[in-house]
């Protein structure tokens, strides 16, 4: 059984700082890209950041220059350094790891529970 593990969410003011964390354990032969998605209220899931697993990023224009992503293979382990945030980052972020699990299961997604990042003075 594999997990993802979210944390660092919460209330920040505009233009502060927060990091997030997103540790996978479990059963895990080999993982390869990771990610997070983010979920404003009342809109659609929208990719923010992406990382292969030789570190090749990509990252959504709306948080270009002030987001970034990392990851620590040894760690099974993704962050998000989110800087100069804004209102309009409010929202559930939700991490991912397309990994293959047990040897000779399936190369799959899977997802974290969801953080709540919140944008407010």
């Known amino acids: 059984q594999v997990q993802l593990v979210e944390s660092g969410g919460g209330l920040v003011q505009p233009g502060g700082s927060l990091r997030l964390s997103c540790a996978a354990s479990?059963?895990?032969?080999?993982?390869?890209?990771m990610g997070w998605y983010r979920q404003a209220p009342g809109k659609q899931r929208e990719l923010v950041a992406h990382?292969?697993?030789?570190?090749?990023?990509n990252i959504a224009d709306s948080v270009k220059g002030r987001f970034t992503i990392s990851r620590d293979n040894a760690k099974n382990t993704v962050y998000l350094q989110m800087n100069s945030l804004k209102p309009e980052d409010t929202g559930v972020y939700y991490c991912?790891?397309?990994?293959?699990?047990?040897?000779?299961?399936?190369?799959?997604?899977?997802w974290g529970q969801g953080t709540q990042v919140t944008v407010s003075s």
């Open positions: 991912y790891a397309d990994l293959v699990g047990e040897v000779g299961s399936t190369f799959r997604r899977y």
């Open positions: 479990g059963s895990i032969f080999s993982i390869y890209n």
């Open positions: 990382i292969t697993s030789g570190g090749n990023t």
